[in-house]
C-alpha cells in the first residue's frame, strides 16, 4: 500500500521560512504529477503548486516567488520551501501524487500556522 507521510509543519512568525517534505514509500512505484494542497480553516482544498517528471512547476498565483516546488525522482519525494510566509498561509498542507496509471494518492496533512 503506497503511502504519502508529510513533515516540515510548524508555528512560524510572519516573514519566515519552512521546509515541507513529503515521501512516498510502500511499493513499487513511479509518478508523473507530485502536488502540494493545502485548506484553510473554512474554505475549500486549494492546489498550491505542482511540478511534473520531468521538472516543470507552476504555482498559486498568492505564492509565486515566495514558494518554491521540488522533487527528488529516485527517492519519490517532493519538499515545498516557503519563504516571506504570511498570515494567509495557514493551513494544512497536503501531498498529492500522481501514477502514470492515474492513481492518486494523498498525505495526511501538515499543519502550518503563521502568526502576524
Known amino acids: 500500500q503506497v503511502q504519502l507521510v508529510e513533515s516540515g509543519g510548524g508555528l512560524v512568525q510572519a516573514g519566515g521560512s519552512l521546509r515541507l517534505s513529503c515521501a512516498a514509500s510502500?511499493?513499487?512505484?513511479?509518478?508523473?504529477?507530485m502536488k502540494w494542497y493545502r485548506q484553510a480553516p473554512g474554505e475549500q482544498r486549494e492546489l498550491v503548486a505542482r511540478i511534473t517528471s520531468g521538472g516543470s512547476s507552476n504555482y498559486a498565483d498568492s505564492v509565486k516567488g515566495r514558494f518554491t516546488i521540488s522533487r527528488d525522482n529516485a527517492k519519490n519525494t517532493v519538499t515545498l520551501q516557503m519563504n516571506n510566509l504570511k498570515p494567509e498561509d495557514t493551513g494544512v498542507y497536503y501531498c498529492n501524487a500522481l501514477t502514470w496509471a492515474g492513481v492518486s494518492y494523498w498525505g495526511q496533512g501538515t499543519q502550518i500556522t503563521v502568526s502576524s
Open positions: 510502500g511499493g513499487s512505484f513511479t509518478f508523473n504529477t
